[in-house]
């Protein structure tokens, strides 16, 4: 049983994530206000999203060190601060040049709140509190991007594009006090020396991959600029690959991978995501585009996902604990590909209740998959590499569910080019995402039916499997 700080630490990081994802999200519905307000373009305020992404992508790896160096704590309290300080920022900004710097320094702060906040909670914990734990911190995620839309244009409409921000401002107060009062651990131990080459070539390579996917997703670049920087993305990250697997303290340690159970996480994890991320944008657009759909209603439906991932919530961990990960996995996974697969088949004839049933669905999926994702990565991970382990999954995460957008917009002009009507390009899209999720359903094939057992309630804590031989041990020790 999770104890009163434990329970109260879970859900400060799970009320942080939401913000983070939230304000990845939300900003896309006020763009014709800003742009007026700004005087500018409702593309060129496309920037403000994509520099909070990139922000996020390229920062998240340093978390591991910067606790390492200065302490979970000091950090975890630290990134909140900023984080809420830059939202006022953002929301007394007058220009776009100012907007875009202070979304830049938002994007700082959220790179650490998440990843060192988990840490925060998960470090001391049993293994059989995990699933608890993060069942805790998933599903407040899992809410933004399917509120942002509603909430945004309830804000802009009714308000102004400014409280998109200051909402901001008493939920980190509230955040960093309830931060203080966590016990003030330091580093045990002098942390190896920052890996320059690997944090310059492992950032190249995420804000370039980030960079890209917002030429395709937001401007339809999708010629030699984009094709350029997707190149540039796949060297960096190449040589990044290399490097980190050949020196003795790599910023990310790539090593990890070596635990089965952490190596089937971030895999099949991050192609779940990515599904998780595409579905909120394109279901709005089906509903909008194609079948004529007010934005009210339209949102309203796609709330049905929020009200899936909160009905599934207070069932997860039991069911972790009686059928175990493979199962559930295989269940989630081919539940999401029939859910989106599904709405290939959706019109506007359809009855509003099978609609909503179909959106419930997929949103119960989701939230049992990433549930699973996330607390079978650190199930079977020896403590010394918990922090490293934090790190990676953070970044693959991140990074993943910024592509989801991307991904959508790819799949939508494929289908767009094989079919004659928006409604058949819709039914590709949804079709091809469904595949997607279904290779995830693979991965989860391939996982041995013990994997995750260590965090089970009731059962036996198994060794962690291994490609080859036992783990790589690394200095960097868990505080």
Not at 78 to 91: E, P
Not at 253 to 265: E, I, K, M, Y
Not at 409 to 425: D, F, K, N, Q, Y
Not at 436 to 465: S, W
Request: overall charge positive.
């Amino acid at each position: 049983m999770l104890d009163t700080r434990q329970r109260a630490t879970a859900l400060l990081v799970a009320g942080c994530f939401f913000m983070e994802m939230l304000d990845g999200t939300i900003v896309a519905t006020a763009a014709p206000q800003m742009a007026a307000s700004l005087d500018t373009t409702p593309a060129s305020v496309g920037l403000v999203i994509t520099v909070y992404l990139l922000t996020l992508a390229v920062l998240i790896p340093l978390s591991g060190w910067l606790t390492a160096r200065y302490g979970t704590r000091r950090i975890f309290l630290t990134a909140i601060a900023v984080f809420t300080l830059a939202s006022a920022g953002c929301a007394a900004s007058d220009s776009l040049g100012l907007l875009v710097a202070m979304r830049v320094l938002q994007g700082a702060g959220g790179a650490m709140m998440v990843p060192v906040g988990r840490l925060l909670v998960l470090d001391g914990a049993a293994k059989t509190d995990i699933p608890k734990i993060m069942a805790y911190i998933v599903w407040p995620g899992l809410m933004a991007p399917v509120l942002a839309p509603l909430l945004g244009g309830l804000l802009t409409t009714y308000a102004s594009w400014h409280w998109m921000f200051l909402v901001n401002i008493p939920l980190g107060a509230a955040a960093f006090a309830v931060a203080r009062r966590l016990p003030a651990v330091g580093p045990t131990i002098t942390p190896p020396p920052l890996d320059v080459p690997g944090v310059l070539l492992t950032c190249t390579g995420l804000a370039a991959l980030t960079w890209a996917a917002h030429l395709v997703a937001e401007t339809g670049e999708s010629g030699p600029t984009a094709g350029a920087v997707a190149a540039l993305a796949v060297l960096a990250l190449g040589a990044a690959g290399r490097h980190l697997l050949r020196t003795a303290h790599p910023l990310v340690n790539l090593r990890t991978l070596d635990v089965a159970s952490f190596r089937a996480s971030v895999t099949g994890g991050s192609l779940f995501w990515i599904v998780v991320g595409a579905v909120p944008f394109l279901l709005p657009l089906l509903f909008q585009e194609v079948f004529g759909w007010s934005a009210v209603k339209s949102g309203a439906v796609v709330l049905f996902v929020f009200v899936g991932n909160i009905g599934i919530k207070p069932a997860t961990t039991p069911l972790l604990n009686r059928f175990g990960f493979r199962p559930l996995l295989l269940v989630s996974t081919v539940g999401l590909a029939a859910a989106v697969a599904g709405c290939a088949l959706l019109t506007d004839a359809t009855p509003l209740a099978v609609t909503a049933a179909l959106v419930l669905l997929g949103g119960a999926a989701r939230s049992l998959g990433l549930t699973c994702y996330s607390t079978m990565a650190f199930s079977e991970m020896e403590p010394e590499r918990l922090r490293d382990a934090n790190a990676l999954s953070a970044t693959v995460n991140q990074l993943a569910a910024g592509l989801g957008v991307a991904v959508a917009t790819v799949a939508l002009r494929l289908g767009s080019g094989l079919t004659a009507t928006p409604s058949a390009a819709y039914a590709v899209a949804f079709c091809l995402l469904g595949a997607l999720a279904l290779t995830a359903t693979v991965g989860a094939l391939r996982l041995h039916r013990g994997a995750g057992d260590a965090v089970r309630a009731g059962h036996a804590q198994r060794p962690a499997r291994t490609l080859a031989s036992p783990a790589v041990s690394d200095s960097r020790k868990s505080e």
